[in-house]
Structures are given as C-alpha cells and as structure tokens.
C-alpha cells in the first residue's frame, strides 16, 4: 500500500470514528434536551403519560408537584410505553415528519434527513421508554444501554458477547453495577451498530467526509420497521424494576 492508500484508509478510519461518537452524542442530546421542536424523553413520556392518565380517571396531578410518572399505576405506564411506541413507529413511516427534521439538526457532518430523523425518534423513544421505567437517563450506565437500544441491540446479548454472565433478570441494579471496562466495551460496539442500523458503512464514510447523499439511505418502511424493533429493545433493556 502507497502512501496515499495509507493516508486515505486513516481518514476514512477517522472519520467512520467521528461519525461513531456523532451518532453516540445526539442520542445523548435528544435523550436529555431535544432537538429543535422535538423534546426530550422525560418531557415527551410525561406529556404522554398525562394524557392516558386522564382517560383513565381524569385529570390527575402529583400533589408533591412531582412527575407523573411516580403517582401511576404500573399498568398506566404499560399502556403509554405502547402507545409511545405506536406513535414512533408511524412517525418514522411519515416521509414528511423526516425530512422536516433536517434543517434543524445541527451537524458537523451532512446526514441525509431521514437517516437523522430515525436516529432522533427512536434515541427518544428509548429514552422515555427508560424514564416511565424508573430509570436515571442522565446515568452514563444507563445512557450506554439507551445507545444500545437505539441501535436496536439488547443488553443481555450483549453483555453475553463481551463474556458477562447475569442473572434471569436485568434491573436498575444491575445496569449500575456493570465494571465500566464493560461498559467501555458496549460503547465501542454500540458506535458501530448504530451506524450499521442507520446507513452503510460505505455511506456512512462518504457522510463523514460532509458529502451530501441523494435520497435517503433508508425508506420508510424500513425505518418503521426499525423502530418497531427499537421499541422491543427497550422494552427488553429496561424492565420494571420489581
């Protein structure tokens, strides 16, 4: 290999890195904060959460001023994780709702609208789905399993693959208690199976380097199917902790 090969394989190793900790950090952001119009987890679960529990038995208000989340029964949050997943897979079906998150998603690299716009649904939808479960999303540990869920992949299987045994059930506990060498691991896989989920690495390579793809990387469809897929992953990586 000349030293031109040489120099092109570690830009493109560079940036298909760079590429990695985008993908990790805009979970992160849409997760906490938002992005734009769309909300964060806790405030999109907890609107949602308002919502069924006034169809339940009316207007209900936290007397401590506290969210919602703590006064309601376990079969009211089942209810708006389902309906919260409902909603995300038909989002991520509507071409419309994608491309409009494009001009609002700053970005150092150019990704087409729709690969951002399932990236932002779903990241939202796991991260709601951890909030209605107890779950602290502001916790590195748990913002790894949050990642991983995004990409579609589930905790037990992962840890299994990186040689950690854990019990029949996976809790808050237990999320806290992962050695961050592991951890460190999950994110290293986790980078690239987001990148896997939403676009090739081909393309994902040729996005890094800021050169725009015509079209999206995915249809509809598929990114409605993906969702669907996130959404049982996040059902899986985050339990009621009982």
């Known amino acids: ?44 679960a907890e609107a949602r959460l308002g919502r069924v529990a006034a169809d339940m038995r009316g207007p209900l208000a936290a007397a401590d001023g506290g969210p919602l989340r703590d006064h309601v029964s376990e079969a009211a949050i089942d209810q708006v994780i389902d309906r919260l997943i409902k909603e995300s897979v038909a989002a991520s079906s509507t071409n419309g709702f994608l491309t409009g998150l494009g001009g609002f998603v700053t ?39 949050v990642t991983l869920a995004t990409a579609g992949g589930t905790l037990a299987s992962t840890l299994h693959s990186v040689g950690v045994k854990v019990g029949t059930k996976l809790t808050a506990q237990v999320i ?38 015509a079209g999206g990387l995915i249809g509809a469809g598929v990114d409605a199917t993906l969702t669907a897929l996130v959404g049982r992953a996040a059902k899986a990586n985050f339990p009621a902790d009982v």
Request: hydrophobic share 45%; aromatic share 6%; proline share 5%.
């Open 176 to 213: 806290a208690a992962i050695p961050i060498a592991v951890i460190r691991k999950i994110n290293a896989r986790v980078g690239f199976m987001l990148i896997a989920k939403y676009g090739t690495q081909r393309s994902a390579l040729t996005l890094a380097k800021g050169i725009p793809i």
């Open 107 to 145: 970005m150092p690299v150019t990704l087409p609208a729709n690969v951002a716009g399932a990236l932002v649904i779903n990241a939202r939808l796991v991260g709601a789905i951890a909030y209605l479960r107890g779950y602290d999303i502001s916790d590195p540990h748990v913002q790894t399993v």
């Open 1 to 44: 290999m000349d030293t031109n090969e040489t120099d092109n394989a570690g830009n493109g190793e560079g940036a298909s890195h760079a590429l990695v900790r985008y993908f990790q950090n805009l979970v992160v952001k849409v997760t906490e904060d938002g992005v734009g119009p769309i909300t964060g987890s806790i405030a999109y």
